[in-house]
């Protein structure tokens, strides 16, 4: 996670560290959930070159993200994450369900293959520790 006030390079730092690691970068606008999916289909689209179905909701769109990456480790930025947490409040928990123990079956201390990180200003999203620690509660 990244935070800290507004027009200190943080979109910059994310863009750069998803392209160098041939990741996905999706910059979050302040609008509704329908549109904001639409727009993270598009960048998945840009970033496997292959159609992406359209999501109903954020519980099909990330499940989504993690199965197009397969086994490879792939970092997934989300820029502005508090804008899509404004619209889908359930977003946080959705993520942590995939990246922690719950519908993907994995190895035994087999980290998952999306590394996922976000940006924003102002207060964290998430609660200390749950995208840096994944499979714990």
């Known amino acids: 996670m990244v935070s800290g006030r507004r027009r200190q390079g943080k979109s910059y730092l994310l863009q750069a560290l998803a392209s160098s690691l041939s990741g996905i970068y999706f910059p979050a606008l302040e609008l509704t959930e329908t549109i904001s999916l639409r727009l993270f289909a598009d960048e998945l689209i840009r970033f496997s070159g292959s159609p992406v179905p359209p999501f109903r909701d954020w519980l099909d769109a990330i499940p989504y993200l993690f199965r197009l990456t397969g086994d490879r480790a792939v970092p997934a ?54 995208v840096a620690r994944p499979g714990r509660s």
């Open 77 to 130: 930025v989300i820029d502005e994450f508090p804008f899509l947490v404004k619209a889908s409040p359930a977003l946080p928990s959705i993520i942590q369900r995939e990246l922690g123990p719950g519908e993907r079956i994995r190895e035994p201390g087999a980290a998952p293959p999306v590394r996922f990180g976000h940006g924003g200003y102002g207060r964290p999203a998430f609660r200390a520790g749950a």
